[in-house]
């Protein structure tokens, strides 16, 4: 212990006849001089001062390249047009602009594969049964004698291994729908516009008017335009038009409010009038 403190003690007193003051002034004095030397602070004025363009000329200048007279960019999309056709003549009448957020957003195959399944689920009956051991129309009574016959014991003859009994783990009546969230549904209606209007494949149209109920009439309108598969969507009721394309295969009608994916995806084209267009931007717009 006294050997450590002969140690310790010069050291000490060295740093009380100094004075507090004194020691941390030359300590620190010290510690900073080391270090500013190893900075290396550059000399040039631009680097404590502010840029002017004496000092910096080029900050002044305009980029090469460019003019004060060259149009400016702007950040928004342009918007989409297309032709209204005349539905009887297939004749361009006039243009209308699109929203791009409804017929010009980007494919997803999987948003509309998704959507596809949710309505296909919705569309199952699950109405299908089967009769159990409980349910199927048999005989009580005993089947034979519990003991004396040297043979296992015979239960019921309804149960599911005897011949007309019940089935085991049959079908029964359920709901198959499942959930799906509405903005999903609503972004799978805007893609499937959208994929429509990109392939070409849908036709918008004044007003769509039959002068007959007579479907070779509204034939002899889809064979002059080349639609083999189409799907028109109405704005209002057409006692006409549903009338005469009840009986084609290969033609659907809806209303503007009953749009779906599924129908969209079926038919190769798409025809539908300016309110129906206007209706669905105004219901899909995000």
């Given amino acids: 212990m006294t050997s450590l403190v002969n140690v310790i003690r010069p050291g000490f007193i060295a740093q009380r006849s100094l004075g507090l003051k004194a020691f941390a002034t030359s300590r620190f004095s010290t510690f900073t001089t080391a270090r500013a030397d190893a900075i290396d602070i550059p000399s ?3 680097a404590t001062t502010p840029a002017t363009p004496q000092q910096q000329p080029e900050q002044s200048q305009p980029v090469k390249g460019t003019s004060a007279s060259q149009e400016p960019v702007i950040p928004f999309f342009a918007p989409l047009q297309a032709w209204i056709r005349d539905f009887k003549s297939n004749e361009p009448k006039d243009l209308i602009f699109l929203k791009r957020q409804v017929f010009g957003a980007p494919l997803r195959k999987d948003i509309l594969h998704r959507v596809v399944v949710w309505q296909r689920d919705g569309e199952r009956q699950g109405t299908q049964s089967t009769k159990g051991r409980s349910e199927v129309s048999g005989t ?4 034979a004698p519990q003991k004396g016959r040297g043979a296992a014991r015979v ?8 011949r007309g009994g019940g089935i085991a783990f049959g079908p029964k009546p359920r709901d198959h729908s499942s959930e799906l969230p509405r903005k999903v549904q609503e972004m799978g209606l805007r893609v499937a516009l959208s994929t429509k209007f990109a392939q070409d494949q849908l036709v918008i149209v004044d007003d769509i008017k039959l002068d007959s109920h007579k479907t070779r009439e509204f034939e002899a309108i889809k064979d002059r335009h080349g639609w083999d598969s189409v799907l028109v969507v109405a704005s209002k009721e057409n006692e006409k038009l549903w009338r005469a394309t009840r009986n084609l295969q290969q033609v659907d009608v809806t209303l503007m409010q009953e749009t779906d994916v599924l129908r969209l995806l079926k038919r190769e084209m798409v025809v539908m009038d300016r309110k ?9 717009k995000v």
């Fill in 44 to 46: 040039t004025p631009e």
């Fill in 276 to 284: 129906s267009v206007r209706y669905l931007e105004k219901k899909l």
């Fill in 155 to 162: 239960g019921s003859l309804r149960a599911p291994h005897r």
């Fill in 140 to 143: 009580t009574r005993k089947a």
